[in-house]
C-alpha cells in the first residue's frame, strides 16, 4: 500500500486535499478559502437578546450575524440561578438563568449560512492530533471508531494514567490506536497549555473577541487523517508546505520526513492522474456501473440525493436497498455540505 496526501493550496480561491493510493482516490477534501471561517473557533462573547419561545439566545461574537445558543448547550457554570427550574418543576427556563449582556467563552459547532448565524455551545472541545480535550467537562472515553474491546481497554488504562486536570474530560482519538503512553502524554500537554492560554487571554480580552481560531484546513486535514501507511504528504504551496511541516515537527516529530515540497510546472493532481477524478467527484450526476444514475442538489437544509434505475432493468428486485459507500465527499464550500456517495445494486 502505497498512500500518500496530496494538498494543493497554490490557488488563493480554495484548498484541495486528495488522499491517494497509487491512482486511486480514497479521500477528498475542499474547502473555499472565500469567506470567514468560523467553525471550531472559541470567543469571548456577550448575549445580546434571549428568546424564552425558542428557549435560546442570540450572541455577538463580532461577526455580521449574531450566534446561536440552545439552552441544551449551556454549561451550568454560566447559570445565574443554580436552582432555577421551571414551573412545575421541570426543566430549567433560559431567562432564569441568562441575563442580557452576561459574557460567555462559547465555541462555534457550525458555520454561518445565508441568513443564519453560527450555531454556538458552551461544551468547549481542543482537538490534537491523538486526544480531545474538553475543559469543563467529566465525560472522557474512546473513539467509537475504534471497535476493537482489547484496544479499547488498553488504551482505558493509558487513559487513567494520563495526568488529567480535575474537571477536564478527554477522549482519545482513533490516530491513538497504536500510540504509547508518552505520545498521548505529549499531545494532552501541548491541549492544556492552549487551553492556560485561552483563559489567560480571556481575561484580558474585549468582549466579543477571538480567544482561539481553529487551525488552517491543510493541518486540520493532517491532523485528522494522517495515518502511518500514508508514505508522503506532498505540498504545492511553500507557506501551507511550512504550516504543516511545524505542526508535524511539534506533534508527530517522527513523521517530518514525509512531508514534501512539490515544485514541479505540471499542476500537483494532474502529476498523479486524478484532475479527472476529481472533476468527477464534484458532478451534479453521478454514474453506476449497473446503468443506474444518482443526482445529487445540495439544498439549504438537505442535501437530496436521487436514486434512478436509468439503463439498469436487469435482476428481481428493483428496489434493491443502498449497499457500500463509493467514496467520501467533504465539502467546506457556500453551502457546508457532507454527504456519501453510496453504490447502488440494481
Known amino acids: 500500500m502505497d498512500r500518500k496526501m496530496l494538498i494543493n493550496s497554490i490557488h488563493e480561491e480554495e484548498t484541495r486535499i486528495a488522499i491517494i493510493d497509487e491512482k486511486e482516490l480514497i479521500e477528498l477534501e475542499i474547502e473555499s478559502n472565500i469567506g470567514r471561517k468560523l467553525k471550531g473557533n472559541i470567543y469571548k ?70 441568513l443564519k448565524g453560527a450555531s454556538l455551545t458552551t461544551y468547549l472541545s481542543l482537538p490534537g492530533r491523538y486526544v480531545v ?17 482489547d484496544q479499547r481497554a488498553r488504551l482505558r488504562k493509558l487513559a487513567q494514567e494520563l495526568e488529567i486536570p480535575t474537571g477536564m474530560g478527554l477522549i482519545i482519538r482513533t490516530a491513538g490506536l497504536d500510540r504509547s503512553q508518552s505520545e498521548l502524554s505529549r499531545d494532552l500537554s ?35 487523517y494522517f495515518t502511518p501507511d500514508i508514505r508522503e504528504i506532498i505540498i504545492d504551496d511553500q507557506q501551507t508546505f511550512e504550516r504543516v511541516r511545524h505542526f508535524v515537527e511539534q506533534v508527530m516529530p517522527r513523521y517530518r520526513s514525509r512531508v514534501k515540497f512539490y515544485s514541479d510546472d505540471m499542476p500537483l493532481f494532474a502529476q498523479y492522474g486524478i484532475e ?56 467546506k464550500s457556500p453551502n457546508n455540505c457532507a454527504f456519501v456517495i453510496w453504490e447502488v445494486l440494481l
Not at 81 to 100: C, E
Not at 198 to 220: F, G, H, K, M, W
Not at 316 to 321: I, S
Open 45 to 114: 462573547a456577550k448575549i445580546s437578546r434571549i428568546e424564552p419561545s425558542l428557549q435560546a439566545a442570540f450572541v455577538d461574537i463580532g461577526s455580521q450575524r449574531n450566534g446561536f445558543l440552545q439552552i441544551n448547550d449551556i454549561h451550568p457554570t454560566y447559570f445565574r440561578n443554580k436552582n432555577a427550574r421551571a414551573h412545575g418543576g421541570g426543566r430549567v427556563s433560559i431567562q432564569d438563568i441568562l441575563d442580557v449582556g452576561q459574557e460567555l467563552v462559547v465555541q462555534v459547532i457550525k458555520e454561518e449560512r445565508e
Open 190 to 224: 501541548l491541549q492544556l497549555k492552549l487551553w492556560e492560554q485561552i483563559l489567560t487571554n480571556a481575561q484580558s480580552a474585549p468582549c466579543p473577541s477571538v480567544l482561539y481560531a481553529e487551525s488552517d484546513v491543510a493541518t486540520r486535514v493532517v491532523r485528522d
Open 133 to 149: 480535550l474538553m475543559p469543563g467537562s467529566d465525560r472522557g472515553g474512546i473513539s467509537r471508531k475504534i471497535g476493537d474491546n
Open 276 to 331: 479527472e477524478l476529481v472533476a468527477n467527484t464534484l458532478q451534479r450526476e453521478v454514474k453506476l456501473k449497473s446503468g443506474g444514475v444518482i443526482i445529487i442538489d445540495p439544498l439549504e437544509a438537505l442535501v437530496a440525493i436521487d436514486v434512478n434505475s436509468g439503463k439498469a432493468t436487469a435482476g428481481e428486485n428493483m428496489r434493491t436497498p443502498l449497499t457500500k459507500p463509493i467514496w467520501k465527499l467533504r465539502m
